[in-house]
Every structure is written in C-alpha cells, then in structure tokens.
C-alpha cells in the first residue's frame, strides 16, 4: 500500500490546500499609474495634462480622442472637452536617464520628475498635487510648510489660486470623492464669471449710448478772472432742427402766422387779405364771398 521503508509523509503531500488568489504587485502598480497614460496605457509623452480627477495624460492622445469622437472609457467620461483638462508644468529630474526606464529595480529607479522645492521625485511614494488655476506641480509636504507661512499664491509662479484648485495627483478613493466636489465648485465659479462679464458688457453698452446722445459740458478756465465759464456744445442734429424752425418759409406754415405782420411783404399785397386795416374799417360786404366780421 506504500509508506514502506520507514516514510514519513508531510503533512502537505497529503492533504490539498485551496490555492490563495494571485495578489497585485503594489509596486508595480503605483509606478505604472506615475508613468503610463491613463488614456491609451502607454508611456506618458510631453505635454502631459491632468483631469479634474488628477489623472495624468499625453496631452497629444487626448486631443485625438476629443477629434475623433469617441466614446471615452469609464474613468475619463467627465472629459468632454479641452476645458476638462490642465497642462502640468513638470520639472525634470537631473538624475533620470534613459537606463532608469527598463534596467534596474523598482525601488532603485528614478523617477522622471521632481518636486522643484524639496526635491522629493514624483514617483508614486510622496503625495504630489497640481495647481488649476497655472498648472505647477509640487509635493503636498512642500505645499503645507510653505502655504503656513504665506498667502495662497503659487510658489513657483506667484500665480493666486483658491482652495478648489488644488488637485492631488493620483489619489486614493476619499482624494477621487473630494476632487469631484472640487469640480463641480469650479465649474459654478466659472460659469458665475461669465454671468458677470454679460451684465457688465451691457452696462458698458448703456453707458456709452447714453453719453453719446447727451451733450458734453466743457469747463474753460479764463486767465483774467478767477470765476469759470462753462461752455455747452450742443448736439449737431438739434442746432440743424433750431436753425430750421427760425426759416421765414416755415413760420407761414403756423396756423397764427398773419401777411399783415411780414416786415417783407409790400402794402399792395398785405390789402388783398381781410387781416389788411383798409378791410376791417370797411362796413360793405367782401366782393367774393363774405367779410366774416360782419356776418
């Protein structure tokens, strides 16, 4: 029956025990997401942008996408157009060479990119963080010593930014549930920009028909006296209407217009009319019709 001979069996040559499932290689992991388009899962190329999500892209496979229409995956369904992205401004790390892709262990590598104020390379051990609003990267130790001590502008760049706009990179499940609540922020922060640029573009408007229909005041200083004279220019469309009103064709026009106040007019032609003198004194009837004066 076998077992002759004086053999001791093993515990584990006799009994069969369920295998442990194949478990990720967190290493690997971390340095494929820190290196690799989240897009297309090749090799990250300049210039590499971020979402909203602080997920890192080639800047260049992303416009395709966007060009061509396709339907993007599961993960990058909020970008929907070059609004929904940010290009980094990444500092190179002196220490990376070409070996560094392939050769070597993972824990000996370096990384392509480094923080520009402590040096800590962004390869996925140290939490790293964009700014949206100029798109510096730099470490999140960095960013807390330094926004302790002074406002909230960019230290690389000096440009202002708010709390929304910080973006950490690569995050864990809480960091992806905070950066969509970010989004959303900046997303009613810009669209209560553009409300306001409207409204202030119609007052503009407003302001500018209002001083162009209005006449201008100009205040003139003489040298003798003390006292100032103001000088009203009118508008040039209401002169010509004043200087038409005073035209002596026009006057005739009014209904208390009389031939017998016409400075112009001669005495013959001022007696053919019954507002003539000679025809008010007289007591017979008009040779034509009437005198209305006595009917």
């Known amino acids: 029956m076998g077992c002759d001979g004086g053999t001791i069996p093993k515990r584990d040559e006799l009994v069969r025990v369920k295998q442990k499932p194949e478990q990720k290689d967190k290493d690997a992991e971390r340095e494929f997401r820190w290196l690799h388009c989240s897009l297309t899962q090749q090799r990250l190329q300049e210039p590499i942008a971020m979402c909203g999500m602080g997920r890192l892209y080639s800047k260049q496979s992303l416009i395709e996408?966007?060009?061509?229409?396709?339907?993007?995956?599961?993960?990058?369904?909020?970008?929907?157009?070059?609004?929904?992205?940010?290009?980094?401004?990444?500092?190179?790390?002196?220490?990376?060479?070409?070996?560094?892709k392939t050769e070597g262990l993972l824990d000996t590598r370096h990384a392509p990119y480094i923080c520009k104020l402590i040096g800590l390379e962004m390869s996925g051990k140290f939490r790293f963080v964009a700014l949206w609003s100029c798109g510096c990267v730099v470490s999140e130790r960095a960013l807390k010593q330094i926004k302790g001590n002074s406002s909230s502008t960019c230290p690389l760049c000096q440009t202002p930014y708010s709390v929304e706009d910080i973006v950490v990179l690569n995050g864990n499940e809480e960091d992806l549930e905070l950066m969509k609540v970010k989004m959303e922020m900046r997303a009613a922060k810009r669209k209560?920009?553009?409300?306001?640029?409207?409204?202030?573009?119609?007052?503009?408007?407003?302001?500018?028909?209002?001083?162009?229909?209005?006449?201008?005041?100009?205040?003139?200083?003489?040298s003798t006296s003390t006292s100032s004279k103001v000088k009203v220019v009118a508008n040039p469309k209401r002169l010509g209407t004043a200087n038409a009103m005073q035209d002596p064709e026009l006057k005739r026009l009014k209904n208390d217009f009389s031939v017998a106040k016409d400075p112009k007019a001669s005495d013959v032609y001022k007696s053919l009319f019954t507002s003539h003198k000679t025809e008010k004194e007289q007591e017979r009837a008009h040779w034509i019709t009437y005198n209305p004066f006595y009917n």
């Open 192 to 222: 209560s920009s553009k409300k306001d640029k409207k409204e202030a573009k119609k007052v503009e408007i407003k302001t500018e028909t209002d001083e162009s229909c209005a006449s201008t005041v100009v205040t003139e200083k003489p």
């Open 65 to 100: 996408r966007l060009l061509e229409k396709e339907k993007m995956p599961e993960m990058s369904e909020h970008v929907k157009s070059l609004k929904d992205i940010k290009t980094l401004q990444l500092t190179p790390n002196p220490a990376f060479t070409e070996e560094d």
